[in-house]
Nanobody
């Protein structure tokens, strides 16, 4: 049973913006921090951003700091990743994830409870 469903990926030119969304079942969403990872072929999955259960605390990977913004809507059980000033190196499959706490997201390997199926983001130069 799919419990995290991403949407919003696609093709965009460098400098453009995309907005990713992830819908989760209520039981998962309310009890987990939520986050985003990305992966390109042949590389490890990379932490992108995370938001705490109540949306108070956020954390970002160094390569996206200042360009991407994560937020969550606890009434709609969705987490959103607003991506601005996109670069070709942002091209990857982006995965939504749920974990107990933000540090769980950032651990190596990440200690996540759930993963989404992924959505492709392609940034052309």
């Amino acid at each position: 049973q799919v419990q995290l469903v991403e949407s919003g990926g696609g093709l965009v030119q460098a400098g453009g913006s995309l907005r990713l969304s992830c819908a989760a079942s209520g039981s998962i969403f309310s009890s987990n921090a939520m986050g985003w990872f990305r992966q390109v072929p042949g590389k490890e999955r990379e932490f992108v951003a995370a938001v705490s259960r109540y949306g108070v605390t956020t954390s970002y990977g160094a390569s996206v700091q200042g360009r991407l913004t994560i937020s969550r809507d606890n009434a709609r059980n969705t987490v959103t990743l607003q991506m601005n000033s996109l670069k070709p190196e942002d091209t990857a499959v982006y995965y939504c994830a749920a974990a107990g706490w933000i540090p769980d997201m950032m651990s190596i390997p990440p200690r996540t409870n759930y993963w989404g199926q992924g959505t492709q983001v392609t940034v052309s130069s």
